[in-house]
Every structure is written in C-alpha cells, then in structure tokens.
C-alpha cells in the first residue's frame, strides 16, 4: 500500500512563480489536509477537504488554494509564491473527519523560495 | 475548541534510560488522544491512541501513554530508549463530536546520546 503519496518531494522556486504540490491517497479517505511545518511552530493547518470537491479553511490560508476534483487527489497552489512559503508541506488524509480517526501522512515537500 | 499543549521544546535522554514527554490538552468533554512520531526526513507515524476504555493504552516501538482526566494530560512514557527514537513527538487531540480536524501540539524534539 502506498498510502499517501506527495510529489514533488523538492522543489525551489523564484518569488512570484507559481506551482502545484500534488496529494495522492489510495485508502479511499473522504477527509484530507495540507500542514505546513516550520521550525518552532509545529504543524499549522492550511486547507482541508470533506469530500470530493468541497474544501475548508484551516489555520494559515492565505497565499494557498486547494482543489478536490477527484475523491484520491488534494492538490495545493501556490499562485505567486513568496519566500514565506518557504516551508515543508505535508498532505493527511482521515477516512471520515469524525475526532477518533488518526490521520495518515505523507513523506512531505521541502518547498525553497528565493 | 480543543488545544494541546507539549511543554517540552527539546529534551535529551541517555540511551536505555526511560523517557517521558508531556502533553496537556483542553477539551470540555472526553477527548480523542493521538500521540505521533515524526523522524528526521519523513512524516508523521502514528503511535498510538486513546479512545475510552483502560486510561493506559500501548502502542508501537515499546512506547505506551496514560490518559489522566483530572490533570489533562496523555504523557509518553518508554521505559528504555534506543538511538532510533531520536525524532520529533507530537500529541494530538480530536473532538467527541464534528467533523473538526484534530489539534496538534507543536512538538517535542528528542536527542539521545550514548
């Protein structure tokens, strides 16, 4: 089982570009996130979806978008990319969002913006 | 809404000697409690969980953690650590209700020297 997988693993851009980080589950999960982690500050939660095509806010929003257009695939955008972003990204996914299911992550995406 | 505090930013253990990483949380009802490890490189691994029942639940790599309600916690505990439990632990708390994600501590590091 692969589980959760996140592509790209690394990847550095320039201030302004934009890019995609891509979350692949196949656990059949209805629930996904997207974290970012940062030294000191543990994880803090940037968008999470309910379901095929419905997402929600989480913590730290700004700067990001998110698409849900299939049940497997969480994808995270960055539009114009900004050294703030500078971070590692992790993607979960829960089978439903009730509080007793764990979350199942990724490997994570260093992200570097110059 | 829930919260979980890990006092502990970074704590260092011998190895074989025993280990034990705080967490308190704050929630009005009976909490779901998650403790995960996270080594350098990866993601986040589940270790264990708490849902009702016995208040001292055993998980994977020798690890267990005890639910105390009248201090709020769900303290790590290990009673020999090894050189491959050097990583970053973080506790987790979920609503009884909803369909909230769960609230992560911000982590404690871990060093262990010989």
């Known amino acids: 089982n692969a589980g959760v997988t996140q592509t790209p693993k690394f990847r550095v851009l320039k201030t302004g570009q934009s890019m995609t980080l891509l979350c692949a589950q196949d656990?059949?999960?209805?629930?996904m996130y997207w974290y970012r982690q940062d030294p000191g500050m543990g994880l803090r939660l940037i968008h999470y979806s309910v379901g095929e095509g419905t997402t929600a806010k989480g913590e730290v929003p700004d700067g990001y978008n998110v698409s849900r257009l299939k049940k497997q695939n969480f994808l995270l955008g960055l539009e114009s990319a900004a050294p703030s972003q500078t971070s590692v990204y992790f993607c979960?996914?829960?089978?439903?969002?009730?509080?007793?299911?764990?979350?199942?992550f990724g490997d994570g995406t260093r992200l570097s913006i110059l | 809404a829930q919260s979980v505090t890990q006092p502990d930013i970074h704590i260092t253990v011998s190895e074989g000697a025993s280990l034990e990483l705080r967490c308190n949380y704050s929630?009005?009802?009976?909490?779901?409690l998650f403790w995960y490890v996270q080594s350098p490189g990866q993601g986040l691994q589940l270790l264990l969980k708490y849902f009702s029942g016995d208040t001292l639940v055993q998980g994977i790599k020798g690890f267990e953690a005890e639910f105390k309600r009248s201090q709020s916690s769900f303290n790590l505990r290990k009673p020999s650590v090894h050189w491959s439990d050097a990583a970053e632990y973080f506790c987790?708390?979920?609503?009884?209700?909803?369909?909230?994600?769960?609230?992560f501590g911000k982590g404690t590091r871990l060093s262990v020297i010989a």
């Open positions: 987790a708390v979920g609503e009884g209700t909803g369909n909230t994600p769960l609230v």
């Open positions: 656990m059949n999960h209805e629930y």
């Open positions: 929630y009005g009802a009976t909490p779901y």
């Open positions: 979960a996914s829960s089978l439903t969002g009730v509080g007793n299911q764990p979350q199942h």
